[in-house]
């Protein structure tokens, strides 16, 4: 199994960013598809879920700023994060559940800073 996520990178505040995340090794369509991210120095956190019917749920702290989304046929997951703030600095990794068991990508690195 492998999940490999792209597109983090450096953003103003205010500003926006889109986080893939390719599956491959897994039945992409049956999985529940996580985001978590983890700052330095603190647990990581859970962001955002796609379950395999497509909806989606979210903790308050980005509920309304971040959208996760699937492509089925691409095994692809995505987190549009809009209206970025300093606080979502974070590395941001990617998170399957596939027949009871969990896998982690390698992480990508969101850096909100003026």
């Known amino acids: 199994v492998k999940l490999v996520e792209s597109g983090g990178g450096l953003v103003q505040p205010g500003g926006s960013l889109r986080l893939s995340c390719a599956a491959s090794g897994i039945t992409f369509s049956s999985s529940l598809m996580n985001w978590y991210r983890q700052a330095p120095g603190k647990q990581r956190e859970w962001v955002a879920r796609v379950f395999s019917g497509g909806s989606t749920s979210y903790p308050d702290s980005v509920k309304g700023r971040f959208t996760i989304s699937r492509d089925n046929a691409k095994n692809t997951v995505y987190l549009q994060m809009n209206n970025l703030k300093p606080e979502d600095t974070a590395v941001y990794y990617c998170?399957?559940?596939?027949?009871?068991?969990?896998?982690w990508g390698q992480g990508t690195q969101v850096t909100v800073s003026s």
């Open positions: 998170n399957a559940v596939y027949a009871s068991s969990m896998y």
